[in-house]
């Protein structure tokens, strides 16, 4: 609270409250939400938001979008990047990435059918 004093009154002023916290990037059960994008002339998914668990991999993700997207992974090329610059190895833990990288309880990726990024 924020007091001043203005000619013979005494003016009360509200400081601005903190922001609200955010979301957690892993949920009660141990799932991560991922939001997957489509960049460029990417086909969209219909279903872009999914949970998986947090001790999986990052391959797993790709076998994933694979599937969903219908592509062979042995001939089609696809490229996921986290936040828009790096592509993530499918080694890393889909948890780590998430408490790292999260936004609004949510990892978002972007996938693409050529490098877009980085």
């Not at 916290?21 to 999914?50: C, H, M, T, W, Y």
Request: proline content about 8%.
């Amino acid at each position: 609270m924020l007091r001043s004093l203005v000619g013979s009154e005494m003016c009360i002023r509200d400081s601005p409250s903190p922001p609200p916290a955010s979301k957690p990037a892993i949920d009660a059960k141990g799932k991560v939400i991922i939001s997957l994008n489509a960049v460029g002339d990417a086909p969209i998914l219909r279903q872009k938001v999914f949970k998986t668990g947090e001790h999986k991999t990052f391959a797993t993700v790709l076998a994933h979008l694979c599937k969903q997207l219908q592509l062979d992974p042995a001939k089609d090329s696809v490229y996921v990047f986290c936040n828009k610059s790096f592509i993530p190895n499918p080694d890393h833990i889909v948890g780590d990435l998430a408490r790292s990288y999260h936004s609004d309880g949510r990892l978002h990726l972007y996938y693409a059918t050529n490098a877009a990024w980085g």
